[in-house]
């Protein structure tokens, strides 16, 4: 990329230990050059009331800054019962309120996830495609990151040591890099600039 890719982070579980909090912790150390990732905490934010929408608490106005500063986004989530965390989704539905106001839309994206089960959060990460349609995520497809019997795959200390794992990362990682590229609205001409700014080009 020409310019620098700010990507937001956010793992969907609060737990200190979590395998997905390790492997976003992962993805930190795998971005590519010239890229970042920044990573925002769930944890505080209150169950979404929409009485409450208009005058959000200070963490959701707070996730919605980062979100619209961020030029992408990183999920890793894990999978309860068949589908994404309520902190997780608490989180979307939060920052996608009030109507009118959804800082996720038009927003490139990526997601990952572990899970001591075999299929690595599979059914979790289709869930959390469903939703990114109605909040107008442009989510990549490929690599699928699905660190499935993460147990083995992370050491004591929480670090991911499976290079299958840490080669598909960093290729999902290119991946919305690029992706993140090809979405940014091309600079306007200058002399469009100058129009509007009210300078004359004569």
């Not at 979404?48 to 005058?55: G, T, V």
């Not at 289709?126 to 909040?135: G, K, N, P």
């Not at 200390?157 to 590229?181: F, P, Y």
């Amino acid at each position: 990329m020409s310019e620098t890719c700010n990507i937001l982070g956010i793992a969907g579980s609060l737990r200190r230990e979590s395998y997905n909090r390790s492997a976003l912790r992962a993805a930190t150390e795998l971005v590519p050059p010239g890229s970042r990732i920044e990573v925002f905490e769930l944890d505080g934010i209150p169950g979404f009331n929409q009485d409450d929408e208009q005058h959000p608490p200070a963490k959701v106005v707070e996730l919605k800054r980062r979100i619209r500063a961020a030029d992408a986004l990183l999920f890793v989530t894990p999978e309860y019962n068949y589908s994404i965390p309520g902190v997780l989704k608490n989180a979307i539905d939060w920052a996608s309120r009030p109507y009118g106001d959804n800082a996720w839309s038009g927003k490139p994206a990526a997601i990952m996830g572990a899970s001591i089960g075999g299929i690595g959060t599979a059914r979790a990460q289709y869930h959390l495609r469903q939703v990114f349609v109605f909040v107008n995520v442009y989510t990549i497809n490929q690599p699928e990151v699905m660190i499935g019997n993460a147990a083995e795959r992370f050491d004591a200390q929480g670090n991911l040591k499976d290079e299958t794992s840490r080669k598909l990362i960093r290729q999902l990682l290119e991946n919305l890099v690029d992706w993140t590229e090809r979405l940014r609205p091309p600079e306007a001409p200058a002399s469009a600039r100058y129009q509007a700014q009210g300078v004359s080009m004569r």
